[in-house]
């Protein structure tokens, strides 16, 4: 009896391989940690809780945006870290290097896809990374808008961790402000509760969020 061959054209293998290969999005965690702090989210978590606050914002918000596309945005915004990792905002070693490492994993991510369709979703992964069109940032201040809401939700644990104080954290919101008044009141609505639950690390450290010279 000869072997079963499936009757996918090379377009449909190459598509289908590439969605079971991005099953590895769902296993590189972030250094932020779940609601109860029983561990660390991963990106799949992130980009699902970012689409959500997307949609739900969308309509609340004076910014004029194609949702769809925004939404796009979301979904692929961080695909490349299946290669490069996550580095967290706040860690500026790991920082360091992490956009060679990213246009990398790009270049090796989206080749795996009929050219058409890789090309077009490395543009749009460029488009998130300007943050210069109106989806673009919409998309980075849900990015930023999940990443405070989920610091506040896991009661300060990764900010703990890492040593993170509130001007550290004020300055990473700075362009989310910027995108739109109700994010604005989101963000300080969010930031008022860390202060008062006090989540942020003791403040050991400059006015600005710079570490004290030793």
């Known amino acids: 009896m000869e072997p079963h061959t499936d009757s996918l054209t090379d377009r449909q293998r190459q598509i289908l391989d590439f969605l079971l290969f991005i099953d590895r999005f769902k296993m590189i965690e972030r250094w932020g940690l779940v609601g109860d702090g029983s561990r660390r989210e991963t990106d799949a978590e992130h980009?699902?809780?970012?689409?959500?606050?997307?949609?739900?914002l969308h309509g609340e918000?004076?910014?004029e945006c194609d949702l769809a596309h925004a939404l796009k945005l979301v979904l692929i915004h961080d695909l490349v870290e299946i290669h490069a990792g996550d580095a967290p905002a706040y860690d500026a070693a790991a920082q360091a290097g992490q956009a060679e490492r990213e246009q990398a994993a790009a270049d090796r991510l989206y080749a795996m896809l009929p050219a058409d369709i890789g090309e077009d979703?490395?543009?749009?992964?460029?488009?998130?990374?300007?943050?210069?069109?109106?989806?673009?940032?919409?998309?980075?201040?849900?990015?930023?808008l999940q990443a405070l809401g989920q610091s506040v939700a896991s009661h300060g644990e990764g900010w703990r961790q890492h040593g993170v104080r509130r001007a550290q954290t004020e300055r990473r919101m700075a362009p989310a402000r910027e995108v739109d008044p109700e994010i604005t009141a989101l963000v300080d609505a969010l930031m008022h509760r860390a202060e008062v639950e006090d989540l942020w690390s003791p403040p050991d450290g400059n006015a600005d969020g710079s570490p004290v010279a030793r």
């Open 47 to 56: 980009t699902w809780h970012m689409a959500l606050y997307a949609v739900l």
């Open 61 to 63: 918000i004076g910014l």
């Open 121 to 144: 979703l490395k543009a749009m992964w460029y488009e998130f990374e300007a943050a210069e069109t109106p989806e673009a940032r919409f998309a980075h201040a849900m990015d930023r």
